[in-house]
């Protein structure tokens, strides 16, 4: 079978891309944003890629067009494929139809840390002899991918409440029929599609109704819109976590290290394994708990899961360390909200000590641009001592009132070589700079490291 994919490039669709290919399909695909780590993974499997939606690429003739949710009616390559006839999927239903059924399904949800959380579980999975099959947000340092088929029964996939296609406005992940699911936390976010919370948790509540009461569920206990959206039924049995006591949670853990590279894994108040890992920050504490308490539910032996995670080395843009040059560490991170923007900062100071951090934030989701989340910006940012604040184009509202309530210490940029020539003059040796976006923020991690390395820096 032959899939050409439009939208190719985002890590889900890379995801299903390297799945069909791996399956023995030809795969061609598309995107207007061809740029690595996506591009480059997907040109290694000998996936060929065609930048832009001209719709001429359907003179390919494929078995089936494979549709992401990027896409609108009102493209021409949409409106020629309408025209055409040709077969046409959605990511998603053509992942549950040709790569989760019979599989031993396990979902991990929620507005923050799906990514990182399903890469840990993954990895247990692995550690443990279940050789499982994934699709995760993102690619695991431990399998440089984001996506294989794997040789077990179990599939770990990253379940994303954002719409499905513009022929299917349900949330993606009601397609995957998990037999255990992993809810991590709710918050709002996605303003371009939900216009509240509750709208939010009633896709949720859709996606609970899809666990057999043979799965399992694992659950943040400490978070009350994930109670609420219990309450509105569940017919599967479920465990709670928390990082502190919470009522519910029979999983918690205990500090072993200020920064989070140690803890103890508690059950019951019980101690039931030990993680020393490279990993910093309470938001990665509490994803190795939720991980820890879902493998657990599988059969697991909760020591044994805590041992796989002590070699657990990260996802890539998960504040990965890009590089250092005069002195100066580059880190990546894929911030898109309030509240992991403070996460990730968080953990840098209890890493960092009395080191200055500059954070440099691009607000490029939609949520971001829309000023959903504008009142806590500089809240979220308070760890950092110095900040710049990149204004990308599309954006409904100006960052200098953010910048206004940060008392002098915070920025605006609006064009990247001017950024980086005020970074490169200002960043001192012993400096550590988290670049903040979920997108290529314009090649900026390199361009700073080549300005930092230049003679007379």
């Known amino acids: 079978m032959h899939l050409h994919i439009i939208g190719i490039c985002g890590t889900f669709m890379g995801g299903v891309a390297a799945l069909a290919r791996a399956a023995g399909h030809r795969v061609t695909g598309s995107d207007a944003n061809v740029y690595p780590p996506m591009s480059t993974q997907l ?30 009616r009102g493209n021409a390559l949409i409106e ?7 077969p046409y999927s959605s ?12 599989r031993e399904v396990v979902a991990v949800a929620g507005t923050h840390g799906k990514t990182t959380t399903a890469s840990m579980l993954a ?11 994934f699709l995760i947000g993102g690619i695991p340092a431990n399998f440089g991918a984001s996506a294989r088929a794997g040789e077990g029964a179990a599939f770990v996939i990253e379940a994303d409440e954002y719409d499905t296609a513009f022929f299917d406005k349900r949330a993606k992940f009601v397609h995957y029929r998990p037999r255990h699911l992993l809810l991590t936390n709710l918050e709002y976010d996605h303003a371009d599609i939900f216009p509240d919370l509750a709208s939010i948790q009633r896709q949720f509540h859709h996606l609970l109704r899809t666990v057999p009461a043979s799965g399992r569920i694992a659950w943040n206990a400490a978070d009350p819109a994930l109670a609420e959206v219990l309450a509105m039924g569940c017919w599967t049995p479920r465990t709670g976590f928390a990082r502190a006591p919470a009522a519910g949670a029979e999983w918690t853990v205990r500090l072993l290290a200020e920064d989070g590279s140690a803890f103890e894994l508690l059950k019951d108040g019980a101690a039931a394994g030990a993680v020393h890992w490279p990993l910093i920050g309470m938001h990665n504490v509490e994803n190795g708990l939720a991980a820890l308490a879902a493998a657990a539910g599988m ?8 041992a796989a995670l002590a070699a657990f080395r990260g996802v890539r843009r998960r504040l990965e360390l890009r590089g250092e040059a005069s002195g100066v560490r ?25 080191k200055r951090i500059v954070a440099v934030l691009e607000p490029r989701s939609a949520t971001m641009k829309l000023g959903v989340h504008r009142s ?4 979220s940012l308070a760890q950092a001592d110095r900040v710049w604040l990149f204004e990308p184009a599309g954006m409904g509202w100006k960052l200098d009132e953010v910048a206004a309530a940060m008392s002098g210490k915070a920025a605006v940029a609006r064009e990247i070589p001017a950024l980086v020539a005020a970074l490169a003059r200002e960043l001192k040796t012993g400096d550590e700079v988290v670049i903040m976006s979920n997108g290529g923020f314009g090649g900026l991690h390199e361009r700073l490291l080549q300005a930092l390395s230049a003679p007379g820096t």
């Open 299 to 306: 059969g697991i032996a909760p020591a044994a899961a805590a």
């Open 80 to 86: 020629t494929l309408l025209d055409s006839g040709l």
């Open 330 to 354: 580059i880190y990546d991170d894929f911030a898109h909200h309030p509240t992991a923007i403070a996460a990730t900062l968080d953990g840098m100071r209890r890493r960092a000590g009395s």
């Open 91 to 102: 990511g998603p239903q053509w992942l549950a139809e040709n790569c989760l059924r019979g």
């Open 376 to 379: 806590e910006l500089a809240g």
């Open 123 to 133: 990895w247990i999975l692995e550690q443990t002899g279940r050789a499982p099959g």
């Open 43 to 72: 040109e290694s499997l000998g996936i060929a890629l065609i930048e832009g939606y001209e719709p001429a690429q359907l003179a390919l003739k494929p078995d089936v067009v494979v549709v992401g949710n990027v896409m609108s």
